[in-house]
């Protein structure tokens, strides 16, 4: 088990970090994680990308309201400032983490 307060939350506040909360055997899950690397590789900014599977990490499924997966959330400052649901293409998940970085996190 990660230490999610320093690896999401403390670290959220040098840059953003992406928390794919996700099912173990989860087609779209798996489809979304290798989405998620591949974008977070092509943005010159640094952001982290973490992905945690619900099972492991149940205490966060409240916390965080996980009703679905894979759910994507996007920390920044120490806190959710974006997500998503669902599995979706490399081109939406690079706007949305252009939105929603630009307009949250100073450069």
């Known amino acids: 088990m990660i230490d999610f307060d320093a690896l999401v939350i403390q670290k959220s506040f040098s840059h953003p970090v992406i928390v794919e909360f996700s099912a173990p055997g989860c087609g779209p899950c798996l489809w979304m994680e290798k989405t ?3 974008a ?4 010159k900014d640094t952001i982290d990308f973490v992905s ?3 099972s492991e990490y149940s205490e966060y ?3 965080y309201q996980i009703k679905s997966n894979p759910t ?3 920390f920044s400052k120490g806190v959710p400032i974006a997500r998503l649901k669902g599995a979706l293409p ?3 998940v690079l706007q949305w983490i252009g939105d929603h970085i630009d307009s949250n996190v100073e450069k």
Do not use: A, D, Q
């Not at 977070?40 to 943005?43: A, H, P, Q, R, T």
């Open 90 to 92: 490399k081109m939406v």
């Open 61 to 63: 499924i409240e916390r």
């Open 72 to 74: 994507t959330i996007l």
């Open 52 to 54: 945690l599977p619900v």
């Open 40 to 43: 977070v590789k092509e943005i």
């Open 36 to 38: 998620l690397v591949e």
